[in-house]
T-cell receptor
Framework: DAGITQSPRHKVTETGTPVTLRCHQT?????MYWYRQDPGHGLRLIHYSYGVKDTDKGEVSDGYSVSRSKTEDFLLTLESATSSQTSVYFC?????????????FGDGTRLSIL | AQKVTQAQTEISVVEKEDVTLDCVYE???????LFWYKQPPSGELVFLIRRNSFDEQNEISGRYSWNFQKSTSSFNFTITASQVVDSAVYFC????????????FGTGTSLTVIP
């Protein structure tokens, strides 16, 4: 299994509070991604990173920010959480050696905003 | 526009039946890559297979087979003699050479295999 750890695995918090999710990898892969999964929408890309301090927006980036200060860590921050951000969040990594490499996923973080 | 369409939202089959999960994609790139992932009830996402656009050879792995047809922009997944353990949500995904950083996922097909 790809060495990807997401923390926390579950979190319940209140509207308006800041939340940070962490993705840690031990594979030294260049690409890292954050997705959210909601019923009827599949996986939607929030942000991704193609190197340290290199990030870009995905399809649903509003309300989220990311940071990557080290190759192994990719942080997703909800500055002021809203109920619409209740979701399951997945981190993924990909080896940049070839474009045909698949993404490998962490186990997910279930986030509930009350 | 949706780049990957999985029109079947939910499918139920009786154990030992064969089932095909459809995936239709849209791209203007001549070089692209297609993937299937499985998400069992436990929630993790498991990579199943990858196919390159220049390789239309179908693939079989045990009870699983994949039919890639560029003429119809489809990459369908067939499970033969389904088992209860095949119950999961299956996602199809597309990666394009020109935007290789991103994957485009379909909305998934939930397969239930009834014992």
């Amino acid at each position: 299994d790809a060495g990807i750890t997401q923390s926390p695995r579950h979190k319940v918090t209140e509207t308006g509070t800041p939340v940070t999710l962490r993705c840690h990898q031990t594979e030294n892969h260049r690409y890292m991604y954050w997705y959210r999964q909601d019923p009827g929408h599949g996986l939607r890309l929030i942000h991704y990173s193609y190197g340290v301090k290199d990030t870009d927006k995905g399809e649903v980036s509003d309300g989220y920010s990311v940071s990557r200060s080290k190759t192994e860590d990719f942080l997703l921050t909800l500055e002021s959480a809203t109920s619409s951000q209740t979701s399951v969040y997945f981190c993924a990594i990909r080896n940049a050696d070839s474009l045909n490499q698949p993404q490998h996923f962490g186990d997910g973080t279930r986030l509930s905003i009350l | 526009a949706q780049k990957v369409t999985q029109a079947q939202t939910e499918i139920s089959v009786v154990e030992k039946e064969d089932v095909t999960l459809d995936c239709v994609y849209e791209t203007r790139d001549t070089t692209y890559y297609l993937f299937w992932y499985k998400q069992p009830p436990s929630g993790e996402l498991v990579f199943l297979i990858r196919r390159n656009s220049f390789d239309e050879q179908n693939e079989i792995s045990g009870r699983y087979s994949w039919n890639f047809q560029k003429s119809t922009s489809s990459f369908n997944f067939t499970i033969t003699a389904s088992q209860v353990v095949d119950s999961a949500v299956y996602f199809c995904a597309l990666s394009e050479a020109n935007t290789g950083n991103q994957f485009y996922f379909g909305t998934g097909t939930s397969l239930t295999v009834i014992p």
